[in-house]
């Protein structure tokens, strides 16, 4: 059977434990591929504002680290949870660091990029804080590239609450 929504995916958090993304069912996501020495690292704090603001009324945000980019995220999970914490209160869940493209892509984005395809219908994550919306029955919803502030998703995620 092919998979049908988000839901039918697990992860790896941060601290290294398995989690269902089942957990998040009824749940609006907004699920980032993150980097700590990105130019757009500053969006930790766009993000976690997200988080804080609709955080109470449905919106979870979850980021996974990615070094494909340039090596621009070499820290192991431990260093990458510290520095997102340290640096910009991040205090949404976090998971171990993934590959987004190529053979060893994680079976999440592989989801993710297939519903929700880029410029010119390419699947491929062109770099970090590649954006998917999911709406709270697991369905990819939409697709923002790293340009896109997470504060200009706002009115997107706030439909779908």
């Not at 979870?60 to 494909?68: A, D, M």
């Not at 989801?111 to 929700?116: I, S, V, W």
């Not at 954006?131 to 697991?138: A, E, H, P």
Request: glycine letters at 10%; hydrophobic letters at 35%; a neutral charge.
């Amino acid at each position: 059977m092919a998979n049908s929504s988000v839901y039918d995916f697990a992860a790896r958090d941060i601290k290294g434990n398995e989690k269902q993304m089942a957990d998040y069912k009824g749940q609006v996501l907004l699920i980032v591929n993150t980097a700590s020495k990105c130019g757009f690292t500053p969006q930790f704090e766009g993000l976690q504002s997200l988080h804080k603001e609709l955080g109470g009324q449905g919106l979870e945000v979850l980021g996974f680290p990615c070094n494909q980019f340039m090596n621009q995220d070499p820290a192991d999970d431990d260093a990458i949870s510290q520095f997102c914490s340290l640096n910009y209160g991040v205090d949404f869940p976090m998971f171990s660091k993934v590959d987004v493209n190529g053979d060893n892509a994680h079976p999440l984005f592989q989801f993710l990029k297939g519903e929700a395809k880029g410029l010119l219908g390419s699947e491929k994550v062109k770099w970090n804080f590649t954006k998917f919306l999911v709406n709270r029955d697991g369905k990819v919803v939409g697709r923002y590239p790293p340009t896109t502030k997470p504060e200009d998703i706002k009115a997107d995620i706030k439909k779908l609450l």
